[in-house]
């Protein structure tokens, strides 16, 4: 069973694949801590809690107590564009190179998991029970890729493989079927920093430990309304995500990239201009992002980002954008845009 599973999995499209037993690891007890420690800032969702009052995610007792073992299969989202790091056009910004895809990647992952589903289903004769997460249900899939020797959890808290790198999708199946389990990944990290001394918001606060109210994901992807204003020049020209941490690490200098179709970019999304990004009015925003995980941000929260990558560019060609933005009937894009005109100004 183990071993069709695995082959189906590859056979769906899935470059990595493992198994898992259900446990409650030290990762575990660690994400409790960071919890409790206020790490996740702003995102309630992580701190979801069933009737006995424990963390959802720390446990699958509480929401799956049939689940014996968890299949984690990893799929490769690399392509070949360059990394930020490598991007110096101060007229351009980033978006996270996860979000560049065709398709969004929690339907295309998600199918080729029910795949390997279906695989599982049709090789039993007994009744069992089987679940489908792609990012959307209440399990930290990083913890599950560790113990299914899927990859280790790095210093920047990715999933890294020694060969894939961290540029991976991951998508996991809860099953009440009792499955052998791989071992667990080695940590590789070693006495490398690259991640966290590159970090521009000095997120990592230590290895293997991330203040998410500090990351540029975060801030640019679920912090509503204003960003703190001294969080602001640390994000550079990032409009939505960040990939400074995995740009550095030497585990994707040679990371393979896929031929896959819908993880292709869409035109204009690769290290894109700040002018066209400010332009996009709500038709060319909802055009342009459908199907995309960049429509969390919302077509504000952009332009809030955008604002500030303005101001951080240096360039005092977007006066004139800025102060027509510094107008905005938003009151946090127009905030954002004249701190931006300020900065612009200060400079010159
Ligand atoms: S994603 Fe960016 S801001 Fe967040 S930890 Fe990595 S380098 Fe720092
Ligand atoms: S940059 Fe270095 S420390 Fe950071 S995740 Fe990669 S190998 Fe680990």
């Known amino acids: 069973m183990r071993e069709a599973i695995l082959a189906a999995a590859r056979e769906a499209g899935f470059e990595l694949a493992g ?24 995102m309630q969702y992580l701190e979801a809690r069933d009737e006995a009052g424990r963390l959802k995610r720390s446990s699958l007792q509480s929401f799956a107590p ?45 199918e080729k998991l029910r795949r390997v589903e279906s695989a599982i289903l049709g090789g039993v004769t007994s009744s069992i029970e089987t679940r489908c997460y792609v990012d959307t249900g209440p399990v930290v899939e990083r913890i599950y890729a560790k113990y299914a020797g899927v990859g280790w959890i790095g210093k920047n808290t990715c999933v890294i493989h020694q060969k894939a790198g961290s540029w991976l999708f991951l998508g ?30 000095q997120a990592i606060t230590a290895p293997y430990q991330l203040d998410a ?33 995995q740009d550095v690490c030497p585990w994707n200098r040679k990371a393979p990239v896929t031929a896959a179709a819908e993880f292709q970019p869409r035109e204009g999304l ?14 060319g925003f909802r055009e342009t992002f459908r199907g995309s995980p960049i429509r969390r941000t919302k077509r504000q929260g952009l332009r809030r980002n955008v604002a500030i990558a303005m101001g951080n560019s240096g360039d005092a060609k977007f006066l004139d954008t800025l102060q027509t933005m510094s107008r905005d009937g938003d009151s946090v894009v127009a905030e954002a845009a004249t701190w931006a005109v300020e900065k612009l100004m200060r400079k010159g």
Not at 26 to 33: A, I, K, Q, S, T
Not at 80 to 100: F, L, V
Not at 270 to 283: K, T
């Open 172 to 201: 996991v199946i809860l099953t009440s079927l009792e499955l052998p389990p791989d071992i667990p990944a080695a940590d590789r990290c070693g006495s490398c920093t690259r991640c966290i001394d590159a970090c521009p918001t």
């Open 19 to 42: 198994i898992a037993p259900v446990g409650e690891f030290e990762e575990h007890r660690r994400f409790e801590e960071w919890i409790a420690a206020g790490r996740a800032a702003e």
């Open 66 to 110: 049939w689940a014996r073992s968890v299949i984690v299969c990893a799929i490769n989202y690399n392509t070949a564009q360059p990394y930020s790091t490598e991007c110096k056009d101060a007229s351009h910004g980033w978006i996270a190179r996860y979000a560049w895809s065709r398709e969004d990647y929690h339907d295309s992952v998600l």
């Open 270 to 283: 690769v290290n894109p201009a700040l002018e066209c990004l400010a332009a996009m009015d709500e038709g």
């Open 213 to 245: 109210g500090l990351c540029i994901s975060y801030l640019t992807i679920e912090k509503r309304g204003s960003i703190p204003e001294h969080l602001r020049e640390g994000m550079r020209r990032q409009v939505f995500g960040c990939d400074i941490c």
